[in-house]
T-cell receptor
Framework: GEDVEQSLFLSVREGDSSVINCTYT??????LYWYKQEPGAGLQLLTYIFSNMDMKQDQRLTVLLNKKDKHLSLRIADTQTGDSAIYFCADGVSSGSARQLTFGSGTQLTVLP | ETGVTQSPTHLIKTRGQQVTLRCSSQSGHNTVSWYQQALGQGPQFIFQ???????GRGNFPPRFSGLQFPNYSSELNVNALELDDSALYLC??????????????FGPGTRLTVT
């Protein structure tokens, strides 16, 4: 079945850039997503990219997609302590009329002062 | 604009019991999806509802069932609870059609503990 993989942990210094990587296996992906989850909270949609795009920029966030290698990355510029959270990559596939997200296990980002 | 809300926030049940979780969609949304998030893992898709019918289902047994109401709110019902059902249950709402149809917005979740 579909699989999405992410590294478990990333630690950066405040002000540096963070890069979180993700690989997926489903070649029928329509959209790929990045969500943020803070402790005890639900998931916040950060950004998403259509599968025929290479790059999307949204303020401090840059998403890069290499469809050939099925590799997705999220770059956060000028990382702040408030960016500390778990970041989930998700693969969006249409199955019949349903749109289903398959999530990775999440990357815990720790921002050090 | 009202976001996705879920109730209750926390719930403790005993193995074998039944539970009902509730979700109100974001204003203007007509599609609801439910996900299960076990501790330390990413959410897993349970099912999706549109026009009060289930239109997609993940790898979950039939004891997981749902409803969608005319106002687009939804319920998730789980029968014969097992210890492994302990998880955060997340509801996500979206539009079925249009340019924003691929945006799923999540509620804060219901933490279910089965003892």
């Amino acid at each position: 079945g579909e699989d999405v993989e992410q590294s478990l942990f990333l630690s950066v210094r405040e002000g540096d850039s963070s890069v979180i990587n993700c690989t997926y296996t489903d070649s029928s992906s329509t959209y790929l997503y990045w969500y943020k989850q803070e402790p005890g909270a639900g998931l916040q949609l950060l950004t998403y990219i259509f599968s025929n795009m290479d790059m999307k920029q949204d303020q401090r966030l840059t998403v890069l997609l290499n469809k050939k290698d099925k590799h997705l990355s999220l770059r956060i510029a000028d990382t702040q302590t408030g960016d500390s959270a778990i970041y989930f990559c998700a693969d969006g596939v249409s199955s019949g009329s349903a749109r289903q997200l398959t999530f990775g296990s999440g990357t815990q980002l720790t921002v050090l002062p | 604009e009202t976001g996705v809300t879920q109730s209750p926030t926390h719930l403790i049940k005993t193995r074998g019991q039944q539970v009902t979780l509730r979700c109100s969609s974001q204003s203007g949304h007509n599609t609801v999806s439910w996900y299960q998030q076990a501790l330390g893992q990413g959410p897993q898709f349970i099912f999706q509802y549109y026009r009060e019918e289930e239109n997609g289902r993940g790898n979950f047994p039939p004891r997981f069932s749902g409803l969608q109401f005319p106002n687009y709110s939804s319920e998730l019902n789980v029968n014969a609870l097992e210890l492994d059902d302990s998880a955060l249950y997340l509801c996500a709402s979206s539009l079925f059609e249009g340019s924003a149809a691929y945006e799923q917005y999540f509620g804060p979740g219901t933490r279910l503990t089965v003892t």
